[in-house]
C-alpha cells in the first residue's frame, strides 16, 4: 500500500471502532428527539411586555426572524473567526460608508477596542501592554468635553488613559499635546457642549489627532450610521441590541482601515491583550450583520408612522380617564423613539406607583418612571397584538385609583 493509503486506513480506524453497531458517533447522540422546553418557565422565571425600551437592564430587544435565522444557519457549521470578522466587516463597512469595519462585544467593547488599537497601533507587543501605559512609548491622554465625560467613557479609562476634560475651544488647543493620544465625543451629549461636531473634528486634522464618536443608542434615524463617517471621524462606535435588533451582546466599531485592523489586534481570538475576553462568535457576527441589514432596507418612515399610531391609541386610552393628562415628548439624541409621558391630578387619585402596579399587574408591564411619579411609555419594543393590552392596563389601573 501507497504511504497516504496506510494514513488514511489508519485514522479512519478509531472512528470504526467507535461507531460499532450503532452507526456513527453523532447519530448515536442524538438518536432521540429533542423535546419542547419552556426556558422561563423551566427557572422560574416571569416575563413582561416591554412598554419601557431597549435597556440592557431589560435584555434588550427581541431579534428579528433574520437574525435568528442567521444564528441557527451558522451554528451548523465551523469557520475561521478570522475569516467571518474579514467578510461580515467589509460588507458592514461598505453599508455604513466606511474603510474597514468589525463585530464587537456590545458598544462598550468597540469604545475600548477603539481606544486599544489608537495606542497599540499594529504592534502585538504593545498591544500587550496596555492599559500599563507607564514607561511603554504610548500616549496615555484623551480629550473630551465636561459635558460627554459620562459613565461609559469609562471604556476608555479601562485602556490605562487619563481623560482631560475641557470646555471652551481655547481649553481644548491648549490641552493638546505630544501626549494626546486621541479627541472623544458623544453625540447625545453634543447639544450640552460648546463645541459641536464639525468644528472638534477640524481642530484634530489640524493637530493630526485620531476621532472616536459613541453612538451605541442613536438610532434611528438609519442614516446616523454612515453620517459621522461622513462628517470625518475616524471610529465610530453603535450598538447592534437596540433598535437595530441584532444580538444584544454585539456592536460595531467601524472606521479607519489602519485603526480598525489595529483594535483587532487587541480584540479575541487573539490573546494576551486587554479585549480577550470580549468574545463574539461567528453565530453573533452574522446575526448582527442580517439585522443590519434589514433595518437599513426598512421603510423608515413607515415604521415611525406605525410607533406613532400605537401612542396615539394608549394616549388616547390614557386620557380618556378623569385628570390623566398624555403628552408625546420631545425627541432626544439617544433612544430617539416617540415617548409618551402620563401624569394625573394627584388630588384625584389614590395612587402611589403606577409603574410598579403595571409590573406587579398580570400581564407583567414594564414602563419607565417620568419627572413627578409620572410614567413614560414607548411603543418600539411591543409586539402587535401588545399595543391594546397595554392600552387597557393602563386605563385600568388609573380608573381604578380614581377617587
Same mark, same amino acid.
Given at each position: 500500500?501507497?504511504?497516504?493509503?496506510? /494514513?488514511?486506513?489508519?485514522?479512519?480506524?478509531?472512528?470504526?471502532?467507535?461507531?460499532?453497531?450503532?452507526? *456513527?458517533?453523532? @447519530?448515536?447522540?442524538?438518536?432521540?428527539?429533542?423535546?419542547?422546553?419552556?426556558?422561563?418557565?423551566?427557572?422560574?422565571?416571569?416575563?413582561?411586555?416591554?412598554?419601557?425600551?431597549?435597556?440592557?437592564?431589560?435584555?434588550?430587544?427581541?431579534?428579528?426572524?433574520?437574525?435568528?435565522?442567521?444564528?441557527?444557519?451558522?451554528?451548523?457549521?465551523?469557520?475561521?473567526?478570522?475569516?467571518?470578522? &474579514?467578510?461580515?466587516?467589509?460588507?458592514?463597512? *461598505?453599508?455604513?460608508?466606511?474603510? *474597514?469595519?468589525?463585530?464587537?462585544?456590545?458598544?462598550?467593547?468597540? /469604545?475600548?477596542? %477603539?481606544?486599544?488599537?489608537?495606542? *497599540?497601533?499594529?504592534?502585538?507587543?504593545?498591544?500587550? =501592554?496596555?492599559?500599563?501605559?507607564?514607561?511603554?512609548?504610548?500616549?496615555?491622554?484623551?480629550?473630551? @468635553?465636561?459635558?460627554?465625560?459620562?459613565?461609559?467613557?469609562?471604556?476608555?479609562?479601562?485602556?490605562?488613559?487619563?481623560?482631560?476634560?475641557?470646555?471652551?475651544?481655547?481649553?481644548?488647543?491648549?490641552? +493638546?499635546?505630544?501626549?494626546?493620544?486621541?479627541?472623544?465625543?458623544?453625540?447625545? =451629549?453634543?447639544?450640552?457642549?460648546?463645541? =459641536?461636531?464639525?468644528?472638534?473634528?477640524?481642530?484634530?486634522?489640524?493637530?493630526?489627532?485620531?476621532?472616536? #464618536?459613541?453612538?451605541?443608542?442613536?438610532?434611528?434615524?438609519?442614516?446616523?450610521?454612515?453620517?459621522?463617517?461622513?462628517? %470625518?471621524? &475616524?471610529?465610530?462606535?453603535?450598538?447592534?441590541?437596540?433598535?437595530?435588533? %441584532?444580538? @444584544?451582546?454585539?456592536?460595531?466599531?467601524?472606521?479607519?482601515?489602519?485603526?480598525?485592523?489595529?483594535?483587532?489586534?487587541?480584540?479575541?481570538?487573539?490573546?494576551?491583550?486587554?479585549?480577550?475576553?470580549?468574545?463574539?462568535?461567528?453565530?453573533? #457576527?452574522?446575526?448582527?450583520?442580517?439585522?443590519?441589514?434589514?433595518?437599513?432596507?426598512?421603510?423608515?418612515? =413607515?415604521?415611525?408612522?406605525?410607533?406613532?399610531?400605537?401612542?396615539?391609541? +394608549?394616549?388616547?386610552?390614557?386620557?380618556?380617564?378623569?385628570?390623566?393628562?398624555?403628552?408625546? #415628548?420631545?425627541?432626544?439624541?439617544?433612544?430617539?423613539?416617540?415617548?409618551?409621558? +402620563?401624569?394625573? &391630578?394627584?388630588?384625584?387619585?389614590? /395612587?402611589?406607583?403606577?409603574?410598579?402596579?403595571?409590573?406587579?399587574?398580570?400581564?407583567?408591564?414594564?414602563?419607565?418612571?417620568?419627572?413627578?411619579?409620572?410614567?413614560?411609555?414607548?411603543?418600539?419594543?411591543?409586539?402587535?397584538?401588545?399595543?391594546?393590552?397595554?392600552?387597557?392596563?393602563?386605563?385600568?389601573?388609573?380608573?381604578?385609583?380614581?377617587?
Amino acid at each position: 500500500m501507497k504511504r497516504r493509503e496506510i /494514513l488514511k486506513t489508519l485514522t479512519m480506524l478509531p472512528l470504526a471502532g467507535a461507531m460499532g453497531n450503532s452507526g *456513527s458517533i453523532v @447519530q448515536s447522540v442524538q438518536a432521540k428527539p429533542l423535546s419542547k422546553r419552556d426556558v422561563f418557565s423551566e427557572f422560574g422565571l416571569r416575563t413582561f411586555i416591554n412598554a419601557s425600551g431597549y435597556f440592557t437592564s431589560l435584555s434588550g430587544s427581541l431579534m428579528h426572524e433574520e437574525a435568528l435565522e442567521a444564528i441557527r444557519d451558522a451554528s451548523k457549521h465551523f469557520c475561521r473567526l478570522e475569516d467571518v470578522q &474579514d467578510k461580515v466587516g467589509a460588507r458592514i463597512a *461598505s453599508l455604513l460608508h466606511a474603510e *474597514s469595519a468589525m463585530v464587537t462585544a456590545g458598544a462598550f467593547s468597540a /469604545l475600548m477596542l %477603539g481606544m486599544a488599537g489608537v495606542l *497599540s497601533g499594529n504592534d502585538a507587543k504593545k498591544a500587550s =501592554q496596555i492599559p500599563f501605559l507607564e514607561g511603554t512609548g504610548m500616549k496615555s491622554e484623551v480629550i473630551l @468635553q465636561k459635558a460627554h465625560n459620562d459613565g461609559y467613557a469609562h471604556a476608555l479609562k479601562n485602556c490605562g488613559v487619563k481623560l482631560i476634560t475641557v470646555t471652551t475651544v481655547e481649553e481644548l488647543e491648549n490641552a +493638546i499635546n505630544e501626549n494626546t493620544a486621541m479627541m472623544y465625543f458623544i453625540n447625545y =451629549q453634543a447639544t450640552l457642549g460648546e463645541i =459641536q461636531h464639525v468644528e472638534w473634528l477640524e481642530i484634530a486634522k489640524k493637530r493630526k489627532i485620531p476621532t472616536m #464618536i459613541d453612538m451605541a443608542a442613536d438610532l434611528p434615524p438609519k442614516e446616523n450610521l454612515w453620517k459621522f463617517h461622513d462628517l %470625518g471621524f &475616524d471610529l465610530v462606535c453603535v450598538s447592534g441590541g437596540k433598535f437595530m435588533r %441584532g444580538p @444584544q451582546s454585539t456592536g460595531i466599531l467601524s472606521g479607519r482601515k489602519d485603526l480598525i485592523a489595529a483594535a483587532r489586534l487587541n480584540a479575541p481570538p487573539r490573546g494576551n491583550n486587554i479585549g480577550r475576553g470580549m468574545k463574539v462568535n461567528k453565530e453573533e #457576527i452574522f446575526g448582527l450583520y442580517f439585522a443590519l441589514e434589514r433595518f437599513i432596507n426598512t421603510d423608515q418612515d =413607515q415604521e415611525w408612522k406605525m410607533l406613532e399610531d400605537r401612542i396615539t391609541l +394608549i394616549a388616547n386610552a390614557a386620557s380618556s380617564v378623569k385628570g390623566v393628562k398624555a403628552e408625546v #415628548i420631545p425627541l432626544l439624541l439617544i433612544n430617539r423613539i416617540p415617548t409618551l409621558n +402620563i401624569s394625573w &391630578d394627584k388630588s384625584l387619585f389614590k /395612587l402611589d406607583n403606577l409603574a410598579n402596579n403595571l409590573r406587579e399587574g398580570n400581564p407583567s408591564i414594564e414602563v419607565m418612571g417620568g419627572p413627578g411619579g409620572s410614567i413614560n411609555v414607548t411603543t418600539h419594543m411591543l409586539k402587535a397584538d401588545e399595543v391594546k393590552i397595554v392600552a387597557k392596563r393602563i386605563k385600568d389601573e388609573l380608573s381604578k385609583a380614581l377617587i
